[in-house]
């Protein structure tokens, strides 16, 4: 399986000829083209930097081979196009484009208590990678690659710290970054790395880079 760093949330996962983007969002530029290019996509959440609504909806109007996969909240708003979208939620496992999924999470981390918490899904995609979305949910399964979010109003050094120790992942890879410079992201992987306070590396790549997982 090979994985696409797209800005901030998003990534693009390719195994033999399947294409799936998780979270393609409107913090994300290149989201139109990894759309464009996907067999299925998937969203944690519903905030717009994890899903952009009007580029889905466009997609699904011009290309009915597209599957979307993500809360009932998200894709309720295309309840017309049943058979195409699918609602999921934590517990379910499903099979999308021959990528094997695992949905866990309930709802996104707190960020106040004057701001609702939505339904926030994370996908453990063939056993291996997972996504968590806007949480630190810990899923109840191994996880060889995590994605790790690093910047917004939720996150926080310490509370990321703990997350990686807990998960214990072979591989650390950034996401959710678009909200740090480069010398925040540098100073985050000085903090996350064996030296400090994570048991493995956190991992930068920039927009574009693909690497295998």
């Not at 899903?51 to 309720?76: K, N, S």
């Not at 195409?84 to 996104?108: I, N, Q, S, Y």
């Not at 949910?137 to 509370?159: F, N, Y």
């Not at 590396?201 to 693909?210: H, I, N, R």
Request: charge should be negative.
């Amino acid at each position: 399986m090979h994985l696409t760093k797209h800005t901030h949330a998003c990534v693009t996962l390719t195994k033999d000829d399947a294409r799936i983007v998780i979270d393609p969002g409107a913090f994300t530029p290149e989201a139109a083209d990894a759309v464009a290019a996907a067999t299925a996509v998937l969203i944690t959440h519903e905030h717009p930097d994890h899903v952009d609504a009007e580029l889905l909806a466009r997609a699904l109007e011009t290309r009915p081979d597209l599957r979307v996969f993500g809360p009932q909240a998200v894709v309720e708003r295309w309840s017309a196009r049943r058979g195409r979208v699918t609602a999921v939620r934590a517990g379910d496992r499903v099979t999308v484009a021959g990528f094997d999924l695992a949905v866990f999470g309930e709802l996104h981390a707190a960020i106040h208590r004057d701001v609702p918490r939505v339904t926030n899904l994370g996908y453990l995609v063939d056993g291996r990678l997972y996504h968590p979305g806007d949480a630190y949910h810990v899923p109840d399964a191994p996880v060889e690659t995590l994605l790790l979010p690093t910047s917004g109003p939720w996150t926080g050094i310490g509370a990321a710290a703990d997350y990686v120790r807990e998960l214990a992942p072979r591989r650390l890879i950034q996401i959710h970054e678009v909200m740090l410079s480069r010398i925040g992201q540098e100073s985050t992987a000085r903090f996350l790395s064996p030296a400090m306070l994570s048991p493995v590396p956190l991992t930068v790549l920039p927009p574009g880079t693909t690497v295998t997982v």
